[in-house]
């Protein structure tokens, strides 16, 4: 579950952090976490 690439994508969010967090929840993820994840495989 800890995949470094979220960690660092996560870390690099700075004041877009809340807008990611905010929008994780209106689409169901449980976590912040997961949302990235998903948003890498899309990719």
């Known amino acids: 579950m ?3 690439e ?3 994508f ?3 969010l700075r ?3 809340p ?3 905010k929008t ?3 689409l169901g ?3 912040l976490h997961e949302y ?3 948003k890498i495989r899309k990719k």
Do not use: D, L, M, Q
């Open 2 to 4: 800890e995949n470094p």
């Open 29 to 31: 993820f449980a976590s």
């Open 19 to 21: 807008y990611e967090e």
């Open 10 to 12: 996560i870390e690099n």
């Open 6 to 8: 979220v960690i660092k």
């Open 36 to 38: 990235i994840e998903s």
């Open 24 to 26: 994780a929840t209106k």
């Open 15 to 17: 004041g877009r952090r």
